[in-house]
């Protein structure tokens, strides 16, 4: 069909014309809520390259988790920052860790949020690299077992899902085994399994404290240039059980989530990350662009490219709008 006979323009030019032909539906249930907890009581720390996030205590994290589930965002995704750091991050796996005790008490007052537990290092290690160091190299193979003790902690806490982002050869299979030996088979892990080294993270590692300290994540995140890679690095996980796997970062890699999605039947997550929520949030303050119009169009973008759930700072400030 060729103009004049075909008029593109015509379904375009009210909003219920529009409505009714939109191929993408962005909704509150696609969205995961990041959140930072710290020890202490009464505290909300702003973090200064992350506007309108926060460093949270235990108390104030339940209160943003309550608006998040009234609002009907689904889930959570917890990092925790330890009050001690330590060469094979113990504060990860203890018992009464951060994180171990921030998932009992969003599961005794939010009971029906769904928590994420992140499992990684790199916040708990004086070093701040998501593995055990051997002199400047990271030992893969020794860091599994940390991994899987972390993530068997956090799931006899009580968390809902687990979320290695570790990027170490072989975790997915070490916690999946470890999960099922100790009787939480039910417990689903969402893999992130294409996480590149992005320099998009930099806000995300002075809300975390969680920069590493020499060198950095090159030998284990993965080129930014690769996207075949991807598709093994996902091929793995999927074998080795994830039950989600995730591309993060999401804006840069919008082909990777497109490929995947046409590569694998399993639930997709794209993580919207620090970089890209800093980057709309700057230029919004610098009246360059309208940032609510910018946020919902990026989410609305990741969504499109095949994301079935989407990692977002905005997730409180898109929900409202979708909820309106």
């Not at 769904?114 to 790199?122: F, G, N, P, S, T």
């Not at 620090?274 to 990741?302: N, Q, R």
């Amino acid at each position: 069909m060729l103009f004049p006979d075909y008029r593109p323009r015509r379904l375009r030019q009210n909003e219920n014309f529009r409505r009714m032909i939109r191929e993408t539906a962005l909704s509150v249930d696609d969205l995961i809520l990041p959140l930072f907890v710290i020890a202490g009581k009464g505290i909300k720390h702003p973090i200064a390259s992350m506007p309108g996030q926060y460093q949270l205590s235990i108390d104030n994290l339940v209160k943003v988790s309550k608006k998040a589930h009234k609002l009907g965002i689904p889930a959570i995704m917890l990092f925790g920052i330890p009050d001690k750091k330590d060469p094979l991050a113990t504060r990860a796996y203890t018992k009464d860790g951060i994180v171990q005790k921030a998932i009992k008490a969003l599961k005794d007052n939010v009971p029906g949020l769904v928590v994420i537990a992140d499992v990684c290092l790199c916040q708990y290690t004086d070093h701040g690299h998501c593995g055990v160091v051997d002199g400047e190299k990271i030992d893969n193979d020794a860091t599994l077992d940390l991994l899987a003790r972390t993530g068997l902690s956090h799931a006899k806490a009580g968390a809902d899902m687990v979320a290695p982002s570790d990027m170490m050869d072989g975790r997915i299979a070490e916690i999946r085994n470890t999960l099922d030996e100790n009787d939480f088979s039910h417990i689903p892990i969402m893999s992130y399994a294409a996480k590149y080294c992005s320099s998009y993270y930099g806000p995300f590692r002075d809300a975390a404290d969680s920069a590493p300290k020499f060198g950095d994540r090159r030998t284990y995140q993965m080129d930014p240039a690769n996207a075949l890679e991807a598709i093994r690095e996902v091929t793995l996980d999927v074998e080795e059980g994830a039950d989600i796997i995730m591309v993060k970062p999401a804006l840069p890699y919008l082909d990777i989530i497109c490929r995947i999605r046409e590569e694998i039947d399993l639930p997709i997550a794209a993580y919207n990350v620090s970089g890209e929520y800093a980057m709309i949030k700057a230029a919004h303050k610098m009246g360059w662009l309208d940032g609510k119009k910018v946020m919902m169009e990026t989410l609305t973008g990741i969504k499109r490219a095949g994301a079935d759930m989407i990692l977002t700072y905005f997730a409180i400030e898109a929900a409202t709008e979708l909820t309106r």
